[in-house]
């Protein structure tokens, strides 16, 4: 009786080892090298989607900065009480409710979770391909797919990032990213 809280302890501090960013979340090597799990999941998901390793985790990086628990920033009534969120999004992918909903219901099944990196992977890579699918957009083009990830099909086909600057040049950023990722996959050991 008296193990239990030791065993609960334990698992509670080992779960918090598991969600913590990489230490070098510039690296995607080192990413992998750190979080073997990431590397399994990562292969998985470009094994059922079709999916380039690199553009999911460069859209990740921008999304979440890896962190498991990310929310959006709060909305503030007089600029300092806090009074919700902008949006629902949550998670490594930074998924919004109803979109993370629709992957449930197509793909994902009914116990993934936004806190948990091969789901979120999974998720991302589920998004990608139906973004190729809807909008023409190819896997690999990450600046393409992230502007249809932030505005939705909708959005991207009516061209809504042609009134936000700042949004293209995040897209690029996070194609840059992509492309550095990429060329660092090709020469990890056992990529």
């Known amino acids: 009786m008296t193990r ?40 998985k998901m470009r094994d059922k989607w079709g999916v380039p390793v690199q553009v999911p985790f460069a859209m990740m990086y921008q999304e979440s900065s890896f962190r498991h628990d990310a929310l959006p920033p709060r909305y503030y009534i007089l600029g300092f009480i806090p009074w919700g969120r902008v949006s629902t999004a949550y998670g490594y992918a930074q998924a919004k409710d109803e979109t993370w909903a629709d992957y449930k219901r197509e793909a994902g099944g009914w116990m993934a979770s936004r806190e948990n990196l091969a789901d979120s992977l999974d998720f991302m890579g589920w998004y990608i391909s139906k973004t190729q699918r809807i909008n023409g957009v190819s896997k690999w083009d990450a600046y393409g797919q992230y502007l249809n990830y932030h505005e939705g099909w909708t959005g991207y086909r009516n061209r809504s990032y042609d009134k936000k600057a700042w949004l293209k040049r995040v897209a690029q950023l996070v194609q840059a990213r992509a492309e550095r990722f990429g060329a660092q996959y090709r020469k990890c050991p056992d990529g």
């Open 4 to 43: 239990w809280p030791l065993v609960l302890s334990l698992l509670l501090i080992l779960g918090g080892c598991a969600t913590t960013p990489p230490s070098n979340p510039e690296d995607l090597c080192e990413i992998f090298r750190e979080k073997p799990s990431w590397r399994k999941a990562a292969v």
